[in-house]
C-alpha cells in the first residue's frame, strides 16, 4: 500500500503559477504510475495528468495542455504538478492517485480514475479573476 499527501494549494491570482506535490510513503514509489485529477463544486471528477512509472511518458488533459506539467522525483516520492497561467476555472480540489503497475507496465499512463487505486485528501486550489 502507498498513502499519498498533497501539499502546494492555495488562493491565487488569474495568471499566477503554483505546484503541487504529492508524496508518497514507502519504499516502492517508483513502481506506481501517478496522476492528478481534479474536481470542481458539482462537477465530476475529471483528469489533469499523467505520469508512467519512471517519468518517461506523460499525458495532460487538453484543457491544462500547455500550461500545466505533471512531473516526478522518485528518488523523493513526489509526483508533482507545475501549474502556470492559472485560470478561474481551474478552480477545484486537486487530488494525485497512485497506480501500482509491473515491469510491463514501465511507460504506461493512466487518464481514468478507476484506474488508480490510491488517493490523496486533496488540496484546494482557488484562482481569483
Known amino acids: 500500500q502507498v498513502q499519498l499527501v498533497e501539499s502546494g494549494g492555495g488562493l491565487v491570482q488569474a495568471g499566477d503559477s503554483l505546484r503541487l506535490s504529492c508524496t508518497a510513503s514507502g519504499r516502492t514509489f517508483s513502481t506506481y504510475a501517478m496522476g492528478w485529477f481534479r474536481q470542481a463544486p458539482g462537477k465530476e471528477r475529471e483528469f489533469v495528468g499523467g505520469?508512467?512509472?519512471?517519468?518517461?511518458?506523460?499525458a495532460h488533459a487538453d484543457s491544462v495542455k500547455g500550461r500545466f506539467t505533471i512531473s516526478r522525483d522518485n528518488a523523493k516520492n513526489t509526483a508533482y504538478l507545475q501549474m502556470n497561467s492559472l485560470k478561474p476555472e481551474d478552480t477545484a480540489i486537486y487530488y494525485c492517485?497512485?497506480?501500482?503497475?509491473?515491469?510491463?507496465?514501465?511507460?504506461?499512463?493512466?487518464?481514468?480514475?478507476?484506474?488508480?487505486?490510491?488517493w490523496g485528501q486533496g488540496t484546494q486550489i482557488t484562482v481569483s479573476s
Open positions: 505520469i508512467s512509472r519512471i517519468g518517461g511518458n506523460t
Open positions: 492517485a497512485a497506480r501500482s503497475t509491473s515491469t510491463f507496465d514501465t511507460y504506461v499512463y493512466y487518464t481514468r480514475s478507476s484506474d488508480y487505486s490510491y
